[in-house]
């Protein structure tokens, strides 16, 4: 786990970042577990067993939902493979959340379509494919991949 919000739980993040809204980007199940298998897949040694991530994944989710609960009005979640199908009517939801005026679609549009970003710096961009997701995986590479995981 990173050091930084990552580490913090949940229910404290409205307190430390007082009147701020929170977007927060949810991924198919299959696309993290697939990314995180390939990203971690030569560090993990042996046998991880269920007892092992239980309590991280209610530290992890047990807060998130106290926070949800609380502060849905200050939370928006996005989702990552509509915003790769279709990143301007996702992009167009995020500012009446935000309270600010929309630049026109043109604006956007221009902008989702540029390597550049708005410094002028050319993006760095990870050798996966961009916009790659489980679900144009073939079937039976998924598979392999979960038989693995359960090897």
Known sequence: MNPGIDAMDWVWLPRVFKGTKFIFIKRNQKDTYASYYHADKDSVRGVVTERVYSPMAAWIWGSFFDFWKHNQARAMIINYDKMIDNPLEEISRIWPFLGVTAPPDEVITSMI?????????????RKMEFGKKAKDEPEEEIRRIEQEAHE
């Open 113 to 125: 379509k540029t390597p550049e970003n708005t410094a002028g710096k050319e993006l760095a961009y």
